[in-house]
């Protein structure tokens, strides 16, 4: 079958952050000194080549750029400046946006402008939604936090949760299976048994909490302020959607409570400091930022924040109507954090990577099966 080729792909990945590409001159010093880099995936200089030769589908199906953890050793190492860890980074982002089927994630990734409009937008009806909930239909009163006569019920705040939760689920769930259909549906050489799927599930939940790979690269310390991260977003994710009785309950549940103020110093600690080395661009993953990485920074440290100042509002102060002030003002970040950018930005790869991992693992599998087999027949391997 022929190849199409898209002489305009390295210009699209610019886009994304790409910087640099047309300097690579395959040397392959980037994937000698990658610690990820091995048989069957040899990165990133074979994605740097797709990139470079326009072969959008191979792009398009290569699982390589979620097995990069960004360590950022292949740019130290590149003779031309070619920035191939950066180049991987763009290349996640580029595949975040064509898994999404509805052109939501493209748009944001293309137009910082459109994102913050969209998140501006969702913030204010979300506020004007729980306004009008607490004086219209709640029956509660603002001077009212926790308990009875609550501006915002703890029931109604859940059932809109879990409506939400469904509604984003619904969509990564679909972008999920096409990242699928992408990397191994469409590829009729690869013969992929369901037990296989079965017998390596175990991987999702292993590569999700935590993060072993990255922990592989030798520098201990991205790792482990990735692992508080994703770790204190789970928490506070499971507290919200199964907890949240407990959590808004009158009197102070050690048990539910405890576990939200980690998770609220964790998200606010991590992000504080991914800001802080953006801003210094010491470490080589910090030097290049997508206006994504700062919109979904500065949303979780708003969202953090306002966390934490409504519960002080209302448990150490006692100020009921500042404390529903800022909870409206604090689900006016939520709900664009949770709603636009799990499903179309920067957090869907929260999905996609430990996805990434277990799909790879089934491609080796499946790779060796073809090459043992071919190796029997005696026949050639297939290019
Ligand atoms: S990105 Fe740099 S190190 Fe990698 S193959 Fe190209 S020139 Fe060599
Ligand atoms: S940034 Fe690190 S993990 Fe990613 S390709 Fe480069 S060397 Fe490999």
Avoid at 147 to 164: K, P, Q, R, S, Y
Avoid at 320 to 336: E, I, K, L, W
Avoid at 354 to 373: G, T
């Amino acid at each position: 079958m022929a190849i199409r080729a898209n002489p305009r792909l390295v210009e699209e990945l610019e886009h994304y952050g790409a910087e640099d590409v047309a300097k690579c001159y395959h040397c392959g010093n980037c994937s000698a000194v990658c610690p990820f880099s091995r048989e069957p995936f040899l990165f990133p200089r074979k994605s740097m080549r797709y990139l470079q030769m326009g072969l959008e589908e191979k792009l398009l199906g290569n699982l390589e750029p979620w097995l990069c953890y960004y360590c950022g050793e292949c740019s130290e190492e590149c003779p031309r400046e070619a920035e191939p860890g950066e180049t991987m980074m763009s290349m996640r982002r580029w595949l975040t946006s064509r898994y999404d089927f509805t052109g939501i994630s493209k748009l944001f990734y293309r137009s910082w402008k459109a994102e913050l409009a969209a998140i501006l937008l969702v913030a204010l009806l979300t506020g004007a939604g729980f306004l009008l909930f607490g004086f219209r239909w709640g029956g509660g009163h603002l001077g009212v936090y926790a308990g009875e006569g609550a501006f915002l019920t703890t029931g109604a705040v859940h059932v809109f949760d879990w409506i939400l939760g469904c509604v984003l689920a619904a969509f990564l769930g679909i972008n999920c299976a096409r990242m699928w259909w992408f990397s191994i549906g469409k590829d009729r050489t690869l013969r992929i048994p369901p037990l296989a799927y079965l017998r390596q599930a175990f991987l999702l939940p292993v590569h999700f909490f935590t993060q072993k790979r990255y922990a592989e690269c030798g520098k201990k310390r991205p790792w482990a302020i990735h692992l508080a991260l994703m770790l204190s977003y789970t928490t506070m994710l499971v507290l919200i959607m199964f907890f949240l009785h407990a959590m808004h309950s009158e009197r102070t549940v050690w048990a539910a409570h405890g576990f939200g103020y980690l998770a609220t110093i964790g998200l606010l600690g991590t992000s504080i400091y991914a800001l802080r080395g953006r801003i210094r661009k010491e470490e080589t993953h910090y030097k290049h930022s997508h206006e994504t990485d700062w919109i979904f920074l500065i949303l979780l440290v708003f969202v953090a924040g306002t966390g934490i100042l409504q519960n002080v509002l209302y448990r150490v102060f006692h100020l009921d109507v500042a404390a529903n002030v800022v909870y409206v003002v604090h689900m006016m970040g939520v709900v664009p954090m949770l709603g636009l950018e799990v499903p179309f930005s920067k957090w869907a790869h929260l999905a996609y990577r430990p996805l990434a991992m277990y799909f790879s693992e089934l491609q080796a599998e499946a790779i060796r099966e073809r090459e043992r087999a071919v190796a029997a027949a005696g026949a050639p391997l297939p290019a």
